[in-house]
Nanobody
């Protein structure tokens, strides 16, 4: 059974930092892009960041550019999201995903985690 499991969410004050991790089990994601999306209450799931299989190409939503950094460790089958200078509007459930191409469309991803809550207080 293929699973993606996120961890690292929590409550943080505005301006603080959190690091999310996503561990994969059940298969390796050789050749797969990895990504992070987020979903706030009442809103659609939105792209946050993505990285290519080798990690040489990364992509970010404009709203997080310069504050968030996506990275991956293929040997450990994990992907991380370092989030700095957090803002209240970053509050959402964060999901990791795996797909063949690092696109910003949620429909491009085949595998999803269950999500981890990030809450940023003002």
């Amino acid at each position: 059974q293929v699973q993606l499991v996120e961890s690292g969410g929590g409550l943080v004050q505005a301006g603080g930092s959190l690091r999310l991790s996503c561990a994969a089990s059940g298969r390796t994601f050789s050749g797969y892009a990895r990504a992070w999306f987020r979903q706030a209450p009442g809103e659609e799931r939105a792209f946050v960041a993505a990285t290519s299989w080798g990690g040489g190409s990364t992509y970010y939503a404009d709203s997080v550019k310069g504050r968030f950094t996506i990275s991956r460790d293929n040997a450990k089958n994990t992907v991380s999201l370092q989030m700095n200078s957090l803002k209240p509007e970053d509050t959402a459930v964060y999901f990791c995903a795996a797909g063949r191409v690092p696109r910003s469309s949620a429909g491009s991803y085949d595998y999803w985690g269950q999500g981890t809550q990030v809450t940023v207080s003002s």
